[in-house]
């Protein structure tokens, strides 16, 4: 087998097995919760028959271990159940909040990635002085200010001062293209200045890093711009870190956005799992928490995969 | 008529000013109260309902584990969205009186105990069937179930027999109930084709809209329902609810013009948002109140002294200024005001007096250990901020508290209704039998002061019965004496509903029963 084939099966596997141990501790972590899932449905209005006659139906009265196996097989399968709440089916629900987070986190990397990576490359080749300090100085106040207040004040200025976009995001079938890009232009500019800062700072410190090698001094000394020798010649070899950042931002953007789901009224993933997680809606949560679990694992080992494979050394292992 | 009187005109006929402003500013003007008050009538009269186009609401309340079986309905959302669709036997209209629904008479044996309800020719339900008799007691069947989950089984229970018998429908309890015509129009019990045994949340109602589109937790799409037989409400085509649980967003969704009215305006910004142009903000005063509960059967709480000593360490209108940003009214320790019918207002007013505070407190005989005071942010919007000013007021009286913070999770299954001191709240009730039965019956499943008294029990079993209303008036009367003077209840205030509407909806009008006019206002308003 080839070597690369070898590495990335292992790399898989491995993947696998991780996302085996996070669905046990993510039964745990729920089992742990206080209250159940019957008390949370019928919050106040619980009383000692309904309660008894939900848990019967739920069939919470099973034990832990039993309910743990029994999801998992049935998840494998790809039934992911039906919500407990409101008997409305899980893949089903799920898969359209999914379509709506990778919709906004496609969005949002697809201008905010190559935004960082080339802001980081006119960072290293005007370092020290004021193009550097300028975009290092936005991208830092940016990624400083909490998101919700990043998106108020994008509120407040476009759209109740401007009327430019809505300030809410809801977005649904039977929308054009160009309806749902108008709707999620506020949530993507947040999301975009709040991840910018990270890529654009480990580009730059990671072409800065090569930057002392001396093979760019050779480059220099042959005569190429500056920029060239920062894109052709120092770049490739800080592909590494960069990518690794890259992906934690794109999780990021997959899994960790529900802070502005809220603020922009968007229907994603992390709302969904939200209302869940406070109704003990423990079908839906694990699944979330699974899917949560897969994106991250998955995306990290594209992260290792692209660095074995942009690294010579690693690629052609003696 | 000079542009002045004419724009109040206007302003006061949209319910912007109050009608006693406008005739005082009439008669600055030089004009006499007759003339005025006929301007005004024939103003408000131009403000014939305008049929057509689409009405939208921002709510807070959603949450896509939300389900359109109206057994299961908690929340704000799930009400508002249930009464665009469904359609009780009756409803309670901003007066307090009985609106006839699907019932179009209401008749009871002289007792009290036997109703007959007739039910409504021609009222079509959505899949296009005809509502009948037969389709009332299958849903009362449904929620009177032991393995229903419906929170209207409480209400249902107490029902002996039904029985359907061509248009009518007949329900014998078992003991007498002046208020089951009130009853009938709990928000649960909407009538839906075979009960909703078949599916119940099916989305299928008599209602004024149909359902078109169901996200819970995002958005629920409506249109009319062409043969709804009541051309008095429904006057837009198509309606929508958009769940907007962020208070912010909600705003600036007003403020854009996305929706027409929202719920829950945060009372900080009140004054802001009323200065905002081509906005409205009512605050309506309605039943729903905020509480301190204690238990009186755990000590030391069982001692009344020390519970008469907690009540008069609270300084009411502090909370109702601070808490409530002045958008609300003190309450008087039982859980009535004057938003309920027959509501006595001779009843003294508690106030904070922090002497006989501590006059009491030496009373109980209380050993000096802080009183432990449970809250949570969820508890009630502020109730943190509540549960400290109430430990200043009450350590100025000598009563230590101690204030314990407990996660907003987990807070109705494991605080409530089982630690014996913690903030909590009530959203109120149509009528006061209905307040009291829920809550302060010795037997009630949620009664969460664990208040035990027979003289109350007894005059609250009797005033079901008694058709005379002074009689009645007076027993509640007595019963919320009782309640005041020894019950677990600290009730120090009544929220206000705070709501923003977009000055291009017409036909407003404030309901003490729910907020956005009980959940209808989209159903009642139109577009001017």
Redesign the interface.
């Known amino acids: 087998m080839h070597p690369i084939l070898k590495l990335v099966a292992q790399r898989v596997s491995l993947g696998l097995v991780l996302l085996l141990a996070a669905s046990a501790l993510i039964f745990i972590g729920v089992e742990l ?4 899932v019957a ?12 309660l008894r ?2 848990r019967e ?1 739920l069939g919470l009265n099973e034990p832990a271990l039993t309910r743990y196996f029994n999801w998992l097989f049935a998840a494998l399968q790809g039934d992911l159940g039906t ?1 407990l ?4 089916s899980i893949s089903k ?1 799920v898969g359209e909040r999914l379509g709506n987070t990778l919709f906004l986190a496609f969005w949002a990397a697809i201008i905010s990635v190559p935004l960082a990576i080339i802001l980081g490359l006119i960072a290293v080749r005007y370092r020290n002085r004021w193009p550097d300090k300028l975009i290092s100085g936005i991208t830092l106040s940016t990624i400083s200010l909490p998101e919700f207040v990043a998106g ?1 004040l994008l ?2 200025l476009l ?2 001062q401007f ?1 430019v976009f ?3 995001s ?1 977005i ?1 079938a039977g929308m054009s293209l160009g309806e749902k890009l108008s709707a999620i232009a506020l949530p993507v500019m947040v999301l975009v200045l709040v991840v910018l800062a990270h890529m654009m700072r480990m580009t730059r410190a990671a072409i800065l890093n090569v930057m002392q090698s001396a093979y760019i001094e050779t480059a220099e000394l042959k005569g190429l711009r500056p920029f060239v020798i920062i894109a052709r010649h120092a770049f490739p070899n800080a592909v590494a870190p960069v990518v690794n950042v890259v992906m934690l931002n794109l999780a990021y953007l997959v899994v960790g956005v529900v802070v502005v789901e ?4 968007y ?1 994603g993933m992390g ?2 799992l939200v ?2 997680v ?2 003990r ?1 423990l079908p839906v949560v694990q699944a979330c928490g699974l899917i949560f679990a897969a994106v991250y694992i998955g995306l990290n080992i594209m992260a290792d995969v692209i660095s074995i494979l942009a690294n010579p050394r690693l690629r052609h292992p003696k | 008529m000079n542009d002045e009187l004419r724009y109040l005109l206007h302003r006061t006929a949209q319910g912007k000013h109050s009608r006693r402003a406008f005739l005082g500013r009439a008669g600055a003007l030089g004009m006499s109260a007759a003339m005025a008050n006929t301007l005004l009538a024939g103003a408000a009269q131009a403000q014939e309902p305008k049929k057509g186009g689409m009405i939208r609401m ?1 709510m807070q309340g959603g ?5 359109l079986d109206p057994a ?1 309905a ?1 929340s704000e959302v799930p009400f508002a969205v249930n009464m665009t669709w469904g359609e009780m036997l009756t409803d309670v209209d901003a007066d307090g009186n009985l609106d006839l629904r699907i019932a179009e008479e209401v008749s009871s044996s002289p007792d009290a105990k036997t109703w007959m309800f007739k039910i409504r020719k021609g009222v079509e339900f959505h899949n296009g069937k005809t509502v009948t008799a037969e389709d009332v007691l299958a849903t009362m069947q449904r929620h009177s179930d ?4 419906s ?1 209207a ?2 209400i249902v229970q107490g029902i002996e027999s039904m029985k359907a018998e061509g248009d009518m429908f007949t329900v014998t309890l078992e003991s007498p109930n002046a208020d089951l015509p009130y009853l009938m129009g709990d928000y649960h019990l909407i009538i839906q084709p075979n009960g909703g045994k078949d599916d119940p ?1 099916a989305g299928i109602g008599a209602g004024p809209y149909k359902v078109v ?1 169901n ?5 629920h799409g409506f249109e009319k329902h062409a043969n709804y037989w009541d051309d008095r409400i429904g006057h837009a085509d198509q309606t929508e609810i ?5 208070t ?2 909600r705003v ?2 007003l ?5 027409h009215m929202i719920n829950r305006v945060d009372p900080k910004v009140y004054g802001l948002l009323k200065k905002a142009p081509g906005i409205l903000v009512h605050a309506t005063p309605g039943r729903g109140h905020y509480v301190f509960i204690m238990h009186c059967t755990a000590a030391p709480f069982d001692n009344n002294d020390l519970r008469m000593a907690l009540k008069l360490a609270i300084n009411r209108q502090e909370l109702v200024d601070k808490v409530l940003g002045g958008l609300g009214s003190v309450g008087n320790d039982f859980p009535i005001n004057s938003a309920y019918p027959l509501f006595d207002d001779t009843i003294p007013q508690r106030e904070y007096d922090p002497e006989q505070a501590a006059f009491y407190y030496k009373k109980s005989g209380h050993d000096g250990s802080p009183i432990i005071l449970r809250t949570a942010s969820g508890a009630f919007p502020g109730a943190v901020e509540a549960a400290q000013l109430y430990q200043q007021t009450a350590s100025a009286a000598g009563i230590p508290l101690e204030i314990k913070r407990e ?1 907003d ?2 807070y ?3 605080v ?1 209704n089982v630690q014996p001191f913690c903030a909590s709240y009530w959203g109120g009730r149509p009528v006061q039998d209905q307040m009291y039965s829920t809550a302060y019956l010795s037997t009630a ?2 009664n969460d002061t664990k208040f035990s008294n027979e003289k109350f029990d007894s005059l609250l079993i009797a005033a079901r019965a008694e058709l005379d209303n002074a009689k009645r008036k007076a027993m509640y009367s007595e019963m919320a004496h009782i309640l005041r003077d020894e019950g677990g209840l600290i009730c120090p205030m009544f929220n206000d509903f705070v709501e923003g509407v977009s000055e291009t909806i017409a036909g407003w009008r404030s309901d003490p029963n729910g907020e956005l006019m009980n959940g209808r206002a989209h159903v009642k308003c139109w577009l001017a």
């Open positions: 919760l206080p209250g159940d008390q949370s449905i019928l919050g106040q209005s619980a009383t000692e028959t309904s006659n939900l139906e919500a709440t409101n008997g409305q629900a108020y509120m407040y759209t109740v009327r809505s300030p809410i809801t649904y809220v603020v922009f009224v229907p709302q969904y209302d869940h406070t109704k809606d | 921002g949450e896509s584990t939300n389900t299961l908690a032991e393995n229903s989950q929170g089984l409480g949340a589109v996200e819970p937790g995002v958005r958009l769940v907007i649980n962020d912010t967003a600036a969704a403020q854009a013009g996305q929706v996660p999770d987990g109705w299954s494991d409530w499943e949620w």
